[in-house]
Structure formats: C-alpha cells, structure tokens
C-alpha cells in the first residue's frame, strides 16, 4: 500500500468472531470447486471496505486456539454450552490465515490464550505508539480495553455490514459503567455467550448501581454488612455467591500476558490492494465482484463504503 494512503493507527480484529458474523450474515456460497466459501466472503469484503481509504499502516487478526485456554482450566464449563463449530466452517477458519496473509495482515494465535488476549495484550503494549488502536470485534468483552480515544472498538451492528464506534463515552452510555469496570459488571451479571455464572438474581440495573457505588466486585464486597443492612435480600445473594462473583469477574477479564509480537513493525501491512496475486487469489474462490470492487476503489477515490479509517 503507498504510504500516502495510510493511517498511522493499528487495527486489531478479532477473527474468530468476525467469521462467524460473516457465517451467519451471508447465505451458503460455494467456490467454483464445490468448497463452502460464504464466510470467506464476507471476512474478504470486510476487508476491502477497511483498507479502501487510508488503510492502516499496522494491522493483526487473533485467532483462537482448540486447546484448552487457562480459563477452561480454572472454570471447565467455561463456554460449555456454546454449539460445535458448523462443519462447513471448519475449513474456512483454516482458509481465513491465508486470505488475510494475502490482504498483507499479519495473524497469531497462543496456546493457552484467546483472541481477546493476543488483541488486549498487543493494545496495551502499542497504545501511544500509533495515533489510535482499533479493535473490531462483535465480542463485547473486549470493551475492556477502551480507553478514551487512543483505543476504540468498532463493534458490527446488523451482520457485517455496519459498525458501531465505542469510546470510553459509547461504554459509559451503554453499561452505566467505565471500561474497566466491564468485569465487575460481567461478575455481577454474567455472560450467557462464554457461560459465565456471574450472582444468580443480580441483572444489570443493580450491578450498575452497585458498581457505582462501591466500585468494583471487592468493593462490593468490602461493603456488605452496609448492603444488607439496606436490602437483607440482596446482601444474602451477595454472600452466597461471593466465590462465583470474583470467579466470574477473573473470567470475563482478558489477559494482557499472552505471547505476541514485541516490536510494532512487525505487524506493519505489506499488500496493497492492486496486487495481482490478490486479485488471482479471490477469483479462486469466484469472488470476481469483490475483485471489481477493488477496480472501484482505484477508479473512483471520492468513493467511501467504510468509515473505519
């Protein structure tokens, strides 16, 4: 990509959670060889509609791995309940390292560690060093990580086609509560997506407001013999589930120790958006309207489908 078209911001997605949208927003497609290709498509288009205007100098997509993660050891019904992996899927999780390699993004994966891990540890270890960190993920999460504008979160709102913004203001406006407060909130509340227990009873008005009040889980309950003199019932939820409530705080929040790059230009883009080896590998696929997108995008610069960068 030319320098000149590029953003000196550093963009961080979440892969694993942007094919699955992809995978639920787009009909079934097949490629000219009968492989399942729908979710490849939608990552791909994605993809395009970032890097159409002012792409970002860096960029890394963070993959989750099989192998139990340190959660799953600590809590083993950890996302228990989410549904097996579709098998159609399965092969374009594998494709999707290729195609984002081919769009010049660099990927990474760590056993132990989820993608929200790899995203958190790289955000906090190159926020200041880029005009603006950039997480795209539909995990909210991963909200956490928010921090004024240095780092944003564009979360897609209806498939992949659009995405809202999240600044520290966005967060407070949605949960009541900062960035860092999310897994006091989580603890509070839970997370039926990952299976997070969270106080049986406690939904999100009252974990709002005691967050407010006192803080965080510890202060909580740091606070208790007060709560119960101002609600038994409450304080009585509290203090039968204080184990859960810290357990479930330490599982909603990411880890920003996992392995990962160290220096920020290793993760500096290297393919441009003409590149005939990418357009050769999306027609491969039969992607030939993404392609004439791409043509678009360098005949008609006025032309902005992302708002991204």
């Given at each position: 990509?030319?320098?000149?078209?590029?953003?000196e911001?550093l963009?961080?997605?979440d892969?694993?959670?942007?094919?699955y949208?992809?995978?639920?927003?787009l009909?079934p497609?097949?490629?000219?060889?009968?492989?399942p290709?729908?979710?490849?498509y939608?990552?791909?288009s994605v993809?395009i509609?970032?890097l159409?205007?002012?792409?970002?100098?860096?960029a890394?997509?963070?993959?989750?791995r099989?192998e139990?993660?340190?959660?799953?050891?600590k809590?083993d019904?950890?996302k228990?309940?989410r549904?097996?992996?579709p098998?159609d899927?399965i092969?374009?999780?594998k494709e999707?390292?290729?195609?984002l390699?081919?769009?010049g993004?660099?990927?990474?994966?760590?056993?132990?560690f989820?993608a929200?891990?790899i995203?958190?540890t790289?955000?906090e270890?190159?926020k200041?060093?880029t005009d603006q960190?950039?997480i795209?993920s539909?995990?909210?999460?991963l909200?956490q990580l928010?921090?004024g504008?240095?780092i944003?979160?564009?979360?897609?709102?209806?498939g992949?086609s659009?995405t809202?913004?999240?600044?520290?203001?966005?967060?407070i406006?949605?949960?009541g509560?900062?960035p860092?407060k999310?897994?006091?909130y989580k603890?509070?509340?839970?997370d039926?997506?990952?299976?997070?227990?969270g106080v049986?009873?406690?939904?999100?008005k009252?974990a709002?407001?005691l967050?407010?009040k006192?803080?965080s889980?510890e202060?909580?309950y740091?606070?208790?013999?007060q709560?119960?003199?101002?609600s038994?019932?409450l304080?009585?939820?509290l203090e039968?589930?204080k184990?859960?409530?810290?357990?479930?705080?330490?599982?909603?929040?990411?880890?920003?120790?996992?392995?990962?790059?160290?220096e920020?230009?290793?993760?500096?883009?290297t393919?441009?958006?003409d590149?005939?080896e990418?357009?050769e590998y999306?027609?491969s696929?039969?992607?030939?309207?993404l392609?004439?997108r791409?043509?678009?995008?360098a005949?008609?610069?006025d032309?902005?489908?992302?708002?991204?960068?």
């Amino acid at each position: 990509m030319e320098e000149k078209n590029m953003s000196e911001k550093l963009l961080l997605i979440d892969a694993n959670s942007l094919i699955y949208r992809a995978y639920h927003a787009l009909p079934p497609l097949n490629g000219p060889n009968g492989v399942p290709t729908g979710a490849l498509y939608g990552l791909a288009s994605v993809l395009i509609r970032l890097l159409k205007e002012g792409a970002p100098r860096y960029a890394a997509a963070a993959f989750d791995r099989p192998e139990p993660t340190f959660r799953k050891e600590k809590f083993d019904a950890y996302k228990a309940t989410r549904p097996p992996t579709p098998d159609d899927l399965i092969p374009q999780l594998k494709e999707a390292k290729v195609l984002l390699n081919h769009f010049g993004i660099k990927t990474l994966d760590a056993p132990g560690f989820e993608a929200d891990d790899i995203i958190a540890t790289l955000a906090e270890r190159f926020k200041g060093k880029t005009d603006q960190v950039v997480i795209l993920s539909g995990d909210l999460d991963l909200l956490q990580l928010v921090d004024g504008e240095a780092i944003v979160a564009e979360m897609p709102q209806k498939g992949i086609s659009e995405t809202a913004t999240y600044n520290t203001f966005k967060v407070i406006e949605r949960f009541g509560v900062g960035p860092d407060k999310i897994p006091d909130y989580k603890g509070l509340v839970g997370d039926k997506s990952d299976n997070i227990p969270g106080v049986s009873g406690i939904g999100p008005k009252t974990a709002t407001v005691l967050i407010q009040k006192y803080g965080s889980v510890e202060g909580i309950y740091e606070n208790l013999e007060q709560i119960k003199k101002e609600s038994s019932t409450l304080g009585n939820k509290l203090e039968e589930n204080k184990e859960v409530a810290l357990l479930s705080k330490e599982l909603a929040t990411v880890s920003r120790q996992a392995p990962s790059p160290e220096e920020i230009l290793s993760l500096e883009t290297t393919t441009s958006l003409d590149s005939e080896e990418l357009h050769e590998y999306l027609k491969s696929f039969g992607f030939q309207t993404l392609v004439k997108r791409i043509e678009k995008v360098a005949d008609d610069k006025d032309d902005r489908i992302g708002k991204l960068f």
